[in-house]
């Protein structure tokens, strides 16, 4: 195959990941939804280790980061008091 370096690492990164025994973490977002995130053994690992450094279980690090703006985005300016 003839792909452009960019194409031929994602292809390479997607076919990596769905090899490895993927993890399927249940929670619940902001507005009541349930929800399940698939995460590769290393993404859990992470998740697991924020969760276990800010006190949290690794469902709740979720619900927490749902509140967080989408990148590039900042939030509303506040209003003085």
């Known amino acids: 195959m ?3 370096p960019d194409d031929d690492t994602f292809l390479r990164t ?9 993890v399927h973490l249940k ?3 902001r507005d009541g939804t349930a929800r399940v995130t698939t995460l590769l053994p ?3 690992s992470r998740v697991n280790t ?3 450094a ?3 279980a690794p469902e709740a690090l979720l619900r927490e980061a749902a509140h967080l703006p989408a990148a590039g985005k900042t ?3 506040t209003q003085p008091e």
Not at 14 to 22: M, N, V, Y
Request: charged residues 20%; positive net charge; glycine residues 8%.
């Open 2 to 4: 003839n792909l452009a």
């Open 14 to 22: 997607l076919i990596k990941g769905s090899r490895q025994r993927t």
């Open 27 to 29: 929670w619940t977002d």
């Open 42 to 44: 290393a993404e859990a």
């Open 50 to 52: 924020l969760a276990r």
């Open 54 to 56: 800010l006190g949290l």
């Open 75 to 77: 939030p509303p300016p």
